[in-house]
Nanobody, 118 residues
Framework: VQLQASGGGLVQAGGSLRLSCAAAGRTLGYYHMAWFRQAPGKEREYVAAIAWNGVSTYYADSVKGRFTISRDNAKITVYLEMNSLKPEDTAIYYC????????????WGQGTQVTVSS
């Protein structure tokens, strides 16, 4: 599965962005999806996840209440709506996919840069 993330950019603190993750040439309908991020000098961290059927969503405590993950299987796209952005949200954001809930994410996109200015 080839994933491509887009939608990053530069935004002021308190602003919003929506990231998209699409799979080239195939549906994401049976894949569990997630967003991760990596800030300069820090390890990659989990941000949010959504089950293959969209019923269950999960969030890191640091983004809970501000970010929303969703998916549109008909458009083979997963979204991350980010509101009330903070400078500490600055990072490269990656989307990831897996077929089974019991294994690590094994398909990764190339990342999209999000920069939040204070």
């Amino acid at each position: 599965v080839q994933l491509q993330a887009s939608g990053g950019g530069l935004v002021q603190a308190g602003g919003s962005l929506r990231l998209s993750c699409a799979a080239a040439g195939r549906t994401l309908g049976y894949y569990h999806m997630a967003w991760f991020r990596q800030a300069p000098g820090k390890e990659r961290e989990y941000v949010a996840a959504i089950a293959w059927n969209g019923v269950s969503t999960y969030y890191a405590d640091s983004v809970k209440g501000r970010f929303t993950i969703s998916r549109d299987n008909a458009k083979i796209t997963v979204y991350l709506e980010m509101n009330s952005l903070k400078p500490e949200d600055t990072a490269i954001y990656y989307c990831a996919a897996k077929r089974s809930a019991s294994v690590p994410y094994n398909y990764w996109g190339q990342g999209t840069q999000v920069t939040v200015s204070s």
